[in-house]
């Protein structure tokens, strides 16, 4: 059932997992994956049950509290150590619902432009179903996933976008794709704002300068609530840093599992620390 990238070999290191966005796959860490590996880094890229390339022929519920569920067995399989848990955008709830959880599965988190301030689905899950369904069914077409680029990225190429949205919906064509995502909509999604201060674990914020999906005031909140953090913010980056910023963001990644990053809340005066 699960989808995942496993490391060539695994090391000593700590592993580092890396998530993804809402109805994304782990084909979002196809630029920044290869650079973490050469650092040296165990790297696994894990899709998110429901979205992404899992096997659902055996439609499974796709709430959070499964998501989770699934995750950890896959964690308890094979990753079998604490781990580095990296959560870019609605990731980033996925990873602080896992880690307030599992606490001892979780070593560290990395949240990227995380969304974490939602209150769920909201008012969607109240919808009948039937337009539940037409409204998941325009999530997967061209003209929205181009507009979502548009938002997303600070300044890409019509050509680059197109190639992004093409890559970006391909697990829209999987048979069970609308029925997954109608069921975590109905399902009334993540919101972890209560969770966010029972986190135990450091955590590295990134977020992207010019993210106009998500304030960076909102990156501000979320460093001055959770209880061990820092946050590095990247320049002229839209709402997917590991995206469009791979170098920068591999970067930060490789220094946050190496300790590099020394300064942690209790030492760092709240406030965003950019990297050039």
Avoid at 248 to 276: H, M, Q, W
Wanted: include cysteine.
């Amino acid at each position: 059932m699960s989808s995942c990238v496993k490391p060539l070999k695994q090391r000593k290191t700590t592993p580092v997992v890396l998530l993804h966005g809402f109805d994304s796959s782990c084909l979002e860490w196809r630029y920044t994956y290869p650079l973490l590996e050469q650092a040296g880094l165990e790297t696994w890229a894990v899709d998110i049950l429901g979205w992404g390339f899992s096997d659902l022929e055996k439609l499974p519920p796709c709430d959070v509290a499964t998501k989770r569920e699934h995750m950890y067995q896959l964690w308890k399989s094979y990753i079998k150590r604490p781990m580095i848990l990296v959560g870019p955008s609605l990731g980033a709830a996925f990873a602080i619902d896992f880690a307030v959880n599992h606490s001892y599965a979780v070593d560290k988190l990395v949240l990227i432009d995380a969304s974490v301030y939602a209150e769920g689905t909201g008012e969607l899950k109240n919808l009948p179903k039937s337009l539940a369904y037409a409204g998941v069914s325009l999530l997967k077409s061209i003209p929205l996933r181009l507009y979502a680029n548009y938002l997303a990225f600070n300044s890409i190429s019509f050509l680059t976008s197109l190639d992004w949205t093409n890559v970006g919906r391909l697990h829209c064509l999987l048979p069970w794709w609308e029925d997954a995502t109608v069921n975590f909509m109905l399902s009334g999604g993540y919101n972890v704002t209560s969770q966010i201060e029972q986190v135990k674990q450091k955590a590295l914020i990134i977020w992207g300068e010019d993210d106009q999906i998500i304030s960076n005031m909102l990156g501000v909140r979320l460093h001055c609530e959770l209880p061990n953090a820092i946050i590095r913010q990247i320049p002229d980056c839209g709402h997917l840093p590991h995206v469009e910023r791979p170098i920068n963001v591999s970067k930060l990644i490789v220094e946050f599992v190496e300790d590099s990053c020394t300064y942690f809340a209790s030492d760092l005066e709240k406030g965003l620390v950019p990297i050039r």
